[in-house]
């Protein structure tokens, strides 16, 4: 039941794999990668409990060697400290040039982990093993690594493609409900952005695939990759359309910043949230009709998820400050603001042409209603 997902991306292409019991299959998966018969693990203290004894045995079972080292869980860990710990670690673990570094768990230790072996000994190879949703449908897939600046998130970072991506949805099970709802915020970006026919899909299986149909999930994974890598393919390193990737997010990134990245909104609800709002800005701003965010935001209600300012515990600075945040984005280019609006459900389009003043009417009408 394994589905491949192609990153075809010149020297650099490597395969998604997606499919229950990659873990278990793990030695077999990474072994024709392997010049000699040892990788090294990264994980966290959330993962390492449910996913590091059956991935180290599954590659024992093949003969693989493993060591491991599990840092603390959280946001936090994305920074220099545990980065710098990490990366003597696989120092003194002697990882070679031509040695592979595996990273298991979400997207924290995806970016650090990759970040990692992008400049030990100037780049080794890595393979992501992602095991939320969040990770397994967005930032295990397409070379995006790094850490956290006290300026801010992933200014510090390098395009390092893994060599494989072992996505088992079987580790899904094992997510607590609101992480993975909150990786689904992902998975419905990618209906909206750029496949109408995918988010009708979702409106009818969300329900099946968030209590744990395994096909739904299978499905849902398969399909989001599969998008993630044509853009990826395009637009490599987001010179244009792999902007598009960042629909809901210019809005997620300021309000994640006014929530202090803490557990008041995780990143993936601050995406649903951003992508419900940027589609009342098409409507507003006459690109798409009212019945388009009305019917996204329908369907995140659907499913429980955050869709308002309101579902935000806590205060929100005012419109005038969140634009702020905004101002302080890395899309910002001379100064303009780029957005990802759309024309409809699987039609958006990146623009810096949003005046600022609609953006602050919309925001100071969002906040009267929270
Ligand atoms: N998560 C957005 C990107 O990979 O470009």
Not at 32 to 39: N, T
Not at 92 to 118: P, S, T, W
Not at 238 to 266: K, Q, V
Request: hydrophobic residues 45%.
């Amino acid at each position: 039941m394994t589905e491949i997902v192609h990153v075809p991306l010149g020297d650099r292409a490597y395969e998604v794999r997606v499919g229950p019991g990659l873990i278990g299959r793990a030695s077999a998966e990474i072994a024709p990668l392997l010049a000699r018969p040892r990788v090294a693990i990264l994980t966290d203290a959330n993962v390492a409990p449910l996913h590091l004894a059956p991935f180290q045995a599954a590659l024992e079972r093949g003969d693989i060697a493993s060591s491991a080292l599990t840092l603390p869980a959280g946001e936090a860990t994305k920074g220099w400290a545990e980065f710098s710990r990490a990366v003597e670690w696989l120092l003194a673990e002697k990882i070679e040039r031509r040695d592979v570094v595996v990273a298991l768990g979400g997207g924290v230790i995806g970016d650090l982990g990759g970040f990692a072996a992008a400049v030990l000994r100037r780049g080794v190879r890595f393979v992501q093993v992602p095991t939320t949703l969040l990770a397994q449908v967005d930032s295990s897939v397409g070379g995006k690594t790094g850490i956290n600046a006290p300026q801010g998130k992933n200014l510090i970072g390098a395009f390092h493609q893994p060599s494989l991506v072992l996505a088992d949805t079987a580790a899904l099970d094992t997510l607590p409900p609101r992480d993975l709802l909150a990786g689904y915020g992902e998975v419905v970006k990618y209906g909206l952005l750029g496949d109408a026919a995918f988010f009708g899909w979702l409106e009818k299986n969300g329900p099946a695939l968030a209590t744990g149909d395994p096909q739904a999930r299978l499905h849902a994974v398969r399909r989001s990759v599969e998008m993630k890598a044509e853009i990826v393919a395009r637009d490599e390193t987001e010179t244009g359309d792999r902007a598009l990737l960042n629909l809901g997010h210019t809005f997620c990134h300021a309000l994640e910043a006014a929530t202090g990245y803490s557990a008041r909104l995780l990143h993936g609800e601050g995406v649903a949230i951003g992508c419900a709002l940027a589609f009342e800005l098409s409507a507003r701003l006459g690109l798409c009709s009212q019945e388009e965010p009305s019917r996204v935001r329908a369907h995140l209600k659907a499913m429980g998820m955050k869709c308002d300012l309101a579902d935000i515990p806590g205060d929100l600075p005012g419109a005038e400050a969140l634009l702020g945040l905004m101002a302080q984005d890395k899309k910002v280019v001379d100064g303009r603001l780029r957005f990802v609006l759309a024309r409809g459900i699987g039609a958006a389009f990146v623009t810096d042409q949003v005046p600022p003043e609609a953006v602050r009417t919309l925001l100071s009408d969002a906040l009267a209603a929270a």
